[in-house]
């Protein structure tokens, strides 16, 4: 898959340590994060329980980086305004979880950042082609969502190639595609191979004092594909 676009390293808020919400976003900017993901959970369209409007804007005070808020809820349309409000720089909701997801793709341009649609592993590609034109990011979830730590499902490839394959021929070239579960060093290599270019890890990245080398070793991929 020839990828014109750069690796962008997203990580995720997520699985750092909440009692240090500001430190831990610091530190994965200092160790040369492209983006920090937020993600965003209702406690209804995934069990799991996680941040507000009022994180997010804690978080955008304290950086200056690109804020990328993940909103795995319902009635996404509900809290566009809140999260524009807080800082977000990208919206992303689910394609499961609302009826509006045109209407709701659209204000979220309206409002000025960019907007992503996510999908499930188990949601048939076949959805995704009405949507791409609303789109300036895919998000291709590589675990269930709800919950970090999770294996990376490999089957998910063949949906990022696909992905990759409609923008090509869409001429949707600079759309970005980004994975999220289970990304490692070796997951994200082959999501790469398969189209994807951003990649948001989270246990991977927080767990050790390794982040900036692990980050770097990420966005070594595209180097490594001109070399190829």
Same mark, same amino acid.
Not at 13 to 25: N, R
Not at 85 to 107: K, M, P, Q
């Given at each position: 898959?020839?990828?014109?676009?750069?690796?962008?390293?997203?990580?995720?808020?997520?699985?750092?340590?909440?009692?240090?919400?500001? #430190?831990?976003?610091? &530190?994965? $900017?200092? %160790? +040369? *994060? !492209?983006?920090?993901?937020?993600?965003?959970?209702?406690?209804?369209?995934?069990?799991?329980?996680?941040?507000?409007?009022?994180?997010?804007?804690?978080?955008?005070?304290?950086?200056?980086?690109?804020?990328?808020?993940?909103?795995?809820?319902?009635?996404?349309? #509900?809290?566009?305004? &809140?999260? $524009?409000? %807080? +800082? *977000? !720089?990208?919206?992303?909701?689910?394609?499961?979880?609302?009826?509006?997801?045109?209407?709701?793709?659209?204000?979220?341009?309206?409002?000025?950042?960019?907007?992503?649609?996510?999908?499930?592993?188990?949601?048939?590609?076949?959805?995704?082609?009405?949507?791409?034109?609303?789109?300036?990011?895919?998000?291709?979830?590589?675990? !269930?969502?709800?919950?970090?730590?999770?294996?990376?499902?490999?089957?998910?490839?063949?949906?990022?190639?696909?992905?990759?394959?409609?923008?090509?021929?869409?001429?949707?070239?600079?759309?970005?595609?980004?994975?999220?579960?289970?990304?490692?060093?070796?997951?994200?290599?082959?999501?790469?191979?398969?189209?994807?270019?951003?990649?948001?890890?989270?246990?991977?990245?927080?767990?050790?004092?390794?982040?900036?080398?692990?980050?770097?070793?990420?966005?070594?991929?595209?180097?490594?594909?001109?070399?190829?």
């Amino acid at each position: 898959m020839n990828l014109k676009l750069p690796v962008v390293v997203a990580p995720s808020i997520l699985a750092s340590d909440f009692g240090h919400l500001a #430190d831990e976003a610091l &530190r994965a $900017v200092d %160790a +040369g *994060a !492209d983006r920090l993901h937020l993600d965003v959970m209702d406690g209804h369209f995934v069990r799991n329980l996680t941040m507000g409007p009022a994180a997010v804007a804690a978080i955008n005070r304290a950086t200056d980086v690109y804020l990328d808020v993940h909103l795995m809820i319902y009635s996404p349309f #509900d809290y566009i305004e &809140r999260f $524009v409000e %807080a +800082g *977000a !720089d990208s919206i992303t909701i689910h394609f499961e979880a609302t009826e509006n997801i045109s209407e709701t793709l659209d204000y979220i341009r309206k409002c000025n950042v960019k907007a992503g649609l996510a999908f499930c592993p188990e949601t048939s590609v076949e959805f995704i082609p009405k949507y791409l034109h609303q789109c300036d990011l895919i998000l291709l979830m590589t675990v !269930d969502p709800g919950f970090g730590g999770q294996q990376f499902i490999s089957e998910v490839l063949d949906k990022i190639e696909f992905t990759r394959h409609l923008c090509n021929t869409l001429h949707l070239e600079g759309l970005d595609i980004q994975v999220d579960g289970g990304i490692n060093q070796e997951t994200a290599a082959l999501a790469y191979e398969a189209g994807a270019n951003v990649f948001v890890a989270g246990t991977y990245l927080f767990s050790d004092n390794q982040m900036a080398e692990k980050i770097a070793r990420m966005k070594s991929l595209a180097g490594k594909r001109s070399r190829d």
